[in-house]
């Protein structure tokens, strides 16, 4: 079985700064894309894209984010992260992480994480 935990999400004042963590575990083959997604008070049917990350280091960013937000990732520990700078009141959301995994069992899929809060308020 394969899961994601995330970690790092709080209250921070606007222009501060969060990292979120996001380690893979389980019976895991290969890891490729990973990225975060979020989902905004009262638009819980919307998820909008922030980041991803390839295996290879290939990182694309949501335009909302860019220039603030740096996606990384340890390949050797299956973990993503989200260092995310110069917060402003509209990033607060709770924050996914999914990644594209092969399994031990070889069966491909995205799987997601549980979520975590972020609050951009002063």
């Known amino acids: 079985q394969v899961q994601l935990v995330e970690s790092g999400g709080g209250l921070v004042q606007p222009g501060g700064s969060l990292t979120l963590s996001c380690a893979a575990s389980?019976?895991?083959?290969?890891?490729?894309?990973m990225g975060w997604h979020r989902q905004v008070p009262g638009k819980q049917s919307e998820t909008e894209f922030v980041?991803?990350?390839?295996?290879?280091?290939?990182?694309t960013y949501a335009d909302s984010v860019k220039g603030r937000f740096t996606i990384s990732r340890d390949n050797d520990n299956n973990t993503v992260y989200l260092q995310m700078n110069s917060l402003k009141p509209e990033d607060t959301a709770v924050y996914y992480c999914?990644?594209?995994?092969?399994?031990?069992?070889?069966?491909?899929?995205?799987?997601w994480g549980q979520g975590t809060q972020v609050t951009v308020s002063a």
């Open positions: 999914n990644a594209d995994i092969i399994s031990s069992t070889s069966i491909q899929r995205d799987y």
């Open positions: 389980g019976s895991i083959f290969s890891v490729y894309d």
């Open positions: 980041a991803q990350i390839t295996r290879g280091y290939t990182k």
